[in-house]
């Protein structure tokens, strides 16, 4: 991208990815200015990325969401100046397409898709501002609690509606924020209806350049302190939530930067303990360092790649937590080599400790069938005990469908089942039959419980199987026996009534 020096930016070149990825094509792309590529909206906010660029002097990383003639997708961007004689005179920008990206989970900030479904969806005013305070992501609810469009305040900073009895004062906060990387104060902004509004503010450094701010009107509360404090609750509890940790790694300096919440995984306090890259090292398990390394410079440090990996990580007290690392590179030299890379670190103990209870349990289950079966009727877990009572080995039946041991009528009823298990969340017992290998038919008590997974969707079923032939055959002889005691009672009873006529008789 080219910057003219009438203030107009013009594409001069994109490569193969962007072309397959934006369905514009290299010819179609030089020399075209974004109003001539793209509708007024989105040239206006394209520009104003570039504006921002050019007025830092310095790479910016932002998410946006962009239509091209591909559709619509969410992409991570990276805008560089390059500079001559101290002017910018091009941009060079990267972008990454992670409109598919999930996990995340759940609390990365680096994450884009992540924050942009926060910010969508927060009950509370939430903003990014850059370190001259201009506005960079906005949610409705900011919008909402100040009159101000989105489009108006992309155009404004924090500092321009701030008020002028408090101008001063605002304006500390705002430099506290960018000293010393968090805030929380109160603030007094102009609405704008001309009415002034008292938000209690609180924010943190999230990257070089970049600031997440939680605002709340308590323009009505300002003098109730039961309910400020509420509020004050309120917010602590959304910055409690992000919980994962974040990293950030300039390969060529070797700076290596872990957020105070990865320490806090660990059990450290945010500043006790300070990291370079060779000392996140050895906080490693020894068994899983290789693999990490591998993960690394074989997947990371690719261009198309990135890392995902669990490995354990020694906590502050001696002991071991699992850890899932995640990551890409985000800034490449000219020819290519990554300079740059980011990612986050979420804490998968309680997954692992539960994933090594589940196999316990279903190792420990010798005279108990535990089967688990996606919604299709595939079974992805097969138990010893289910082993023992149809015959077959696990290897057998994983990835087979369920039909092989359940009997046709009840093969009939699996949607009727799916439905009851979906629709009340809850299991339930009956008594059926079930197929062995040698095709036996035998009966069982059957247990069907639902599974969810950590959204909260159904997806699976998990059977728990108890052959009851014993117990049937337990039954049918005490049946018999009954029926063997009353032919002899009716017996009995005859021949008293027999005898009581001779003496009647004599």
């Known amino acids: 991208m080219s910057v003219e020096k009438n203030g107009t930016f013009c594409y001069l070149k994109n490569n193969k990815k962007h072309q397959n990825l934006t369905g514009i094509s290299l010819e179609e792309l030089r020399g075209k200015t974004p109003y001539q590529l793209f509708e007024k909206e989105q040239a206006d906010y394209i520009v104003s990325k570039f504006l921002t660029c050019c007025q830092l002097k310095d790479t910016i990383n932002f998410q946006e969401s962009l239509e091209f003639p591909t ?17 910018v005179v091009r941009i060079v920008g990267i972008g990454r397409d992670i409109t598919n990206q999930r996990q995340s989970q759940e609390g990365l900030w680096s994450s884009e898709k992540k924050l942009s479904t926060y910010l969508d969806k927060a009950p509370i005013g939430v903003f990014i501002i850059n370190s001259l305070g201009n506005f960079i992501e906005i949610n409705q609810k900011i919008c909402t609690m100040t009159g101000y469009s989105k489009k108006d305040l992309l155009e404004l900073s924090l500092i321009d509606i701030t008020t002028s009895d408090n101008y001063n004062f605002n304006t500390k906060v705002f430099n506290n924020l960018i000293n010393d990387g968090q805030v929380d104060e109160f603030f007094e902004i102009n609405h704008k ?4 509004l008292w938000l209690h503010f609180q924010a943190s450094k999230i990257d070089n350049d970049q600031y997440i701010c939680f605002v709340g009107d308590i323009t ?7 309910s400020l404090k509420k509020t004050r609750k309120i917010f602590n509890h959304f910055l409690d939530a992000i919980e994962d940790g974040f990293w950030y790694w300039d390969i060529q300096t070797g700076e290596f930067f872990l957020s105070d ?3 806090s995984m660990l059990g450290y306090e945010p500043n006790e303990l300070k990291l370079n890259y060779n000392d996140w090292h050895k906080l490693i398990h020894p068994d899983d360092l290789e693999s990490v390394k591998k993960e690394i410079s074989q997947k990371l440090l690719r261009e198309k790649e990135g890392a995902n990996i669990e490995f354990r990580a020694k906590t502050k007290s001696g002991s071991y937590k699992w850890i ?6 985000v800034e490449f030299d000219n020819n290519r080599v990554p300079i740059k890379a980011a990612g986050i670190q979420i804490d998968i103990n309680a ?18 069938s535990l089967i688990v079966t996606d919604l299709n009727g595939i079974i992805r877990e ?3 005990g289910a082993e023992a009572i149809f015959g077959y080995t696990r290897d057998e039946m994983i990835g087979k469908h369920v039909r092989k041991i359940i009997v046709s009528s009840d093969l009939k009823k699996i949607p009727d089942f799916l439905n009851k298990l979906k629709r009340e969340r809850e299991g339930f017992t009956f008594e059926t039959e079930r197929i062995r290998k040698s095709g036996e038919r035998f009966p069982v008590r059957l247990t069907l419980q639902p599974l969810f997974d950590n959204e909260g969707n159904f997806h699976g079923t998990l059977a728990i199987i108890v052959d009851i032939s014993d117990l049937k055959e337990t039954e049918k ?9 009353i032919l002899l009672f009716l017996k009995l009873q005859q021949l008293f009534i027999h005898l009581n006529w001779l003496i009647i008789d004599q």
């Open 193 to 196: 209806n001309g009415n002034k």
């Open 71 to 87: 559709g619509k997708g969410t992409f991570q961007t990276i805008l560089s100046p390059i500079l001559k004689d101290g002017e």
């Open 351 to 368: 997954r692992k400790e539960y994933e090594e209870l589940y196999k316990s349990i279903v190792n420990a289950a010798k005279t108990v």
């Open 220 to 226: 009505k509360l300002k003098e109730s302190e039961k």
């Open 382 to 384: 097969f138990s010893p």
């Open 261 to 263: 919440n990865f320490y």
């Open 324 to 329: 899932n690392g995640k990551g890409n590179v």
């Open 477 to 485: 002889r005490l049946r018999k026996s009954e029926q063997r005691f």
